[in-house]
């Protein structure tokens, strides 16, 4: 029999259906999901708005070149209006965040006529060869060198670091919030410096909010919390509402320089994919996510001190908005399948922390029930440690 090729390793559950923040397994066992399919299902699972839209737009038309116009387009650009970052009046769309990331390096090699691109440590940016070239962790990258170059990776958070950023460099790829990296959220002097340095010297700030935007940090972009324009803004995940679309923003003055030919799509901008993402939007707006992901995250992030900051083994609980790590001493590896085993997907960020990506719909009760499952998790981590 063929295999699928997971790439993951596997939790040994069968998950057949979701609804809201929570999904269940084949035996009917609920569980609160603040794993989110890698923090996709922001706007919880089965929405009635996004599954209205995709149905109704599969029966009028489900694929379309963008060589065409069609209504449903029409109405995303609308919807997105409001929402989208400020002065970045052009979009792409695409179906990963790593194409999202792809486009937004190619454009910057385009625009600057330079090749060097600066990233930092930590960061995490796609598995596609030039997003890859920018991921910061060795384990994903090493195997498939050379990869795009050059590329240079600096200390995140680090404001000296960024003399490095030189006439040379074409761009610089940023998350204002690392997310795989350890869920550590950027300082707003550091952002604003680094708005500074590359306006200087003309290199293309590209914000990669592939897993902080659409609401999840508390404001719909999380480079609004630093009081910063980025040059491009890349996102995905959240803004299909869970159907597979990223997006690249950008200013007119690069959107007048991209010609016909320098990117395309097969798939990128399908029909489906405008449904879902003017459904998203439709739903952001309505539900106030941001101020929801903000009001919800300060308190959850507070239950969390509460019931685990005495533990030895706790290094740190931060991050923004419904973004959240319990960064621990040591592997979270035991403590995320207690998580589990108490009904509570997460999912693991860097080499110690426990990440939580949860719908925006996350009730108080789901919240003490996540950090009572995270107290077993991480007690019964730190008497093995003890024991051992
Ligand atoms: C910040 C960031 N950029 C890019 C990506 C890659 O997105 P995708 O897995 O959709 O290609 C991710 C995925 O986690 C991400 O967190």
Redesign the pocket.
């Known amino acids: 029999m063929i295999k699928l090729l997971k790439f993951y390793q596997d939790r040994g559950i069968k998950i057949v259906r979701g609804e809201g923040q929570y999904v269940w397994d084949e035996r009917n066992n609920k569980y609160l999901d603040l794993h989110a399919g890698?923090?996709v299902a922001f706007l919880g699972h089965g929405n009635k708005i996004v599954i209205d839209y995709l149905k109704k737009q599969m029966e009028e038309i489900s694929t379309l070149s963008l060589a065409f116009d069609t209504p449903i387009r029409e109405e995303m650009i609308k919807e997105l209006d409001e929402l989208k970052p400020e002065n970045l009046d052009n979009l792409f769309l695409l179906n990963?965040?790593?194409?999202?990331?792809e486009l937004a390096l190619k454009i910057a090699r385009k625009i600057t006529k330079r090749r060097k691109v600066v990233a930092f440590k930590n960061s995490?940016?796609?598995?596609?060869m030039g997003?890859l070239s920018v991921t910061w962790n060795k384990k994903y990258r090493e195997p498939f060198e050379p990869l795009v170059g050059p590329v240079e990776f600096l200390e995140y958070n680090n404001i000296d670091s960024l003399r490095s950023i030189t006439e040379d460099t074409a761009a610089v790829i940023v998350?204002p919030v690392q997310?795989?990296g350890g869920v550590i959220p950027a300082k707003k002097e550091f952002m604003k410096n680094l708005r500074e340095v590359t306006e200087k010297v003309n290199a293309i700030l590209i914000m990669?909010?592939?897993?902080?935007g659409f609401g999840r940090t508390g404001k719909i972009w999380a480079h609004q919390h630093f009081d910063i324009k980025p040059d491009i803004v890349?996102a995905?995940?959240a803004i299909g509402g869970g159907f597979?679309v990223?997006a690249v923003f950008l200013p007119d003055w690069i959107g007048e320089k991209i010609e016909e030919g320098d990117h395309g799509s097969t798939y990128g901008g399908n029909p489906l994919a405008a449904a879902a993402v003017t459904a998203a939007c439709k739903v952001a707006k309505s539900e106030k996510i941001a101020e929801q992901a903000q009001k919800k995250g300060e308190l959850f992030m507070r239950i969390l001190k509460e019931k685990l900051e005495d533990y030895k083994i706790v290094r740190e609980i931060r991050g923004l908005g419904l973004m959240i790590g319990i960064d621990l001493k040591v592997n979270p590896s035991m403590a995320i399948k207690i998580l589990q085993d108490e009904k509570v997907l997460s999912l693991k960020a860097g080499l110690t922390t426990i990440r939580f990506l949860p719908p925006y719909l996350i009730a108080q009760s789901d919240m003490e029930w996540a950090s009572d499952a995270a107290r077993k998790g991480i007690s019964e981590t730190e008497s093995k440690r003890v024991a051992s």
């Not at 995490?124 to 596609?128: E, K, P, Y």
């Not at 990669?208 to 902080?212: H, L, N, R, Y």
């Open positions: 890698h923090g990963s965040g790593s194409e999202a990331v995490f940016h796609g598995r596609s997003a998350e997310g795989e990669d909010e592939v897993q902080t890349t995905g995940k597979p990223s």
